[in-house]
Every structure is written in C-alpha cells, then in structure tokens.
C-alpha cells in the first residue's frame, strides 16, 4: 500500500531541535515535490516549508524562517524537516504531504503553488517546558 509514514516527533523544550522524516512506503517518492504542514489545536493547517523537484528549490513560511530546513535525500526516499531553536507556537502535528505530479506533467507547479492531495498521518510536535 502506497502510503506516506511521518516520524521524529515528540516532546521538546524551548530551544531545542527536532528532525522530521517523510518516507514514501511502497512508492518512489523522489520525482515529485513535497512540503511539510502543521496544524495547532484550534487551528488550521498550514504549509511551513515545501521543496520542488524540478529545480530543489525550497520554500519556507515566514514563522519558521531561518528555524527550519526542509531537504531530500533520494537514496533513502526521504524527505527531512530539521527544526532549530523551538518555540511553543510550533506545538502542533505535522504532516508530509505530495502532490504526485512530475516535473513533466502539464500540470506541474512549483511546490508553493501545488495541491497536496496525498498525505501522511501526522506526528506530534510538543514544545514545552
């Protein structure tokens, strides 16, 4: 079954650093763009860093800026979000999420301007002290 599989949740204090993983189980996730989500409680979801395939170029929201690094590594069909200097605000799950759509495809767009229609189940990010 062709399924998105998030891990390296968990508990964090302020200040301190997590790494996300994103890997495609029973697919190749490498030909297409990937961004990571998250939604806090009583929130909406929203996109905070995405990564296109056709040139590797990256996109990040404003709140994480200079925090988070969004990278790829292809060998491992995974796709990573190293989180710095945590804040409570980032409390909240967080998604993988792709689009499926190749770089050839007529409906291609880079990662900030695509629709995710293929989602992870999520994993819990808690900032606390």
């Known amino acids: 079954q062709e399924q998105l599989v998030e891990s390296g949740g968990g508990l964090v204090q302020p200040g301190g650093s997590l790494r996300l993983s994103c890997v495609g189980s029973?697919?190749?996730?490498?030909?297409?763009?990937v961004g990571w989500f998250r939604q806090a409680p009583g929130k909406g979801r929203e996109r905070v860093a995405c990564v296109s395939i056709s040139d590797g170029s990256t996109n990040y929201a404003e709140p994480v800026k200079g925090r988070f690094t969004i990278s790829r590594d292809n060998a491992e069909n995974t796709v990573f979000l190293q989180m710095n200097y945590l804040q409570s605000e980032d409390t909240a799950i967080y998604y993988c999420?792709?689009?499926?759509?190749?770089?050839?495809?007529?409906?291609?767009?880079?990662?900030?301007?695509?629709?995710?229609?293929?989602w992870g189940q999520g994993t819990q990010v808690t900032v606390s002290s």
């Open positions: 029973g697919f190749n996730l490498a030909p297409y763009n």
């Open positions: 999420a792709t689009d499926l759509l190749p770089v050839y495809s007529r409906d291609y767009k880079l990662c900030g301007a695509s629709t995710y229609g293929y």
